[in-house]
Structure formats: structure tokens, C-alpha cells
């Protein structure tokens, strides 16, 4: 595998575990100064902004497990994007209940050694609306 795709990889990886264990400045630091998140309607900008943001969403207590899988990575140089599923936990006394799934659609951007996210869309997995008859 190219380096930088296990870079881009190693990345993808760390979003999930840095936010699960509630270290949000290492998560933050996934994302370049001027990164956009874009959660549904929300766009938050900034790390800064979007530090806070996630540490709001994930309070002691309300954090599970992120599983990130099916990547699908495009470098360009300095520039690549990346595709892939979701499936985020949260544990309960009966076990780990899916809370939410679906796709993390990003752009990254090559920072010495490391890539960044420039960009993070997260789409949840909605119901398909009934059509007649259903």
C-alpha cells in the first residue's frame, strides 16, 4: 500500500478512536486550521469551532464506539479525498445500540508528514420514504 494512502488510512482511523476516548485537541488536530464539518444542514468552521463542537455532541457519558470501514481513497498530489461508511455505538445496559450510520465524504490535504482533514460531510443513513401503498 502506498504511504499515503496508509497515511490517509491511519487518519480515517484516528477520528474515531481520539474521539471515542474524548481527546478532542488530538481529534482536532486532524483537521486543518480553516477545516469545514459539515453534519447535515450544520456547517461549522474552523478546528477551533469544530473542536468544541464535537466535545459538545460527545460529553463523558454519551460516547461509544466509531467503526469506520469500506474506505475508498483518491490521492492527487498534495490533495486526495476519501469515501467511506460508518456505523457509531453508544453502550447501554443491554449492550451497544446503533445510534447512527452512514457516510463520511472527505477532502484532505498533505501537512509535512501527516494529512489533515480540509473537509469532513457526514450524511446519516435515513429510511427510504414509503412510497403508495406502503
Do not use: K
Request: with cysteine; net charge negative; aromatic share 8%.
Amino acid at each position: 500500500m502506498p504511504d499515503d494512502e496508509r497515511l490517509i488510512l491511519r487518519t480515517l482511523a484516528e477520528y474515531g478512536r481520539w474521539c471515542d476516548a474524548g481527546r478532542f485537541d488530538e481529534w482536532a488536530d486532524l483537521f486543518t486550521e480553516d477545516a469545514r464539518l459539515v453534519l447535515g444542514d450544520q456547517v461549522t468552521e474552523g478546528r477551533e469551532a469544530i473542536r468544541d463542537l464535537m466535545a459538545t455532541l460527545q460529553p463523558d457519558g454519551r460516547r461509544g464506539l466509531h467503526l469506520t470501514a469500506n474506505p475508498i481513497v483518491d490521492i492527487d498530489g498534495v490533495g486526495a479525498t476519501a469515501v467511506s461508511d460508518y456505523l457509531f455505538l453508544r453502550p447501554t445496559a443491554a449492550g451497544p445500540v446503533p445510534v447512527a450510520a452512514g457516510h463520511y465524504h472527505d477532502e484532505l490535504v498533505r501537512h509535512d508528514d501527516r494529512w489533515r482533514f480540509r473537509r469532513r460531510a457526514i450524511t446519516i443513513l435515513t429510511a427510504p420514504e414509503a412510497g403508495p401503498g406502503a
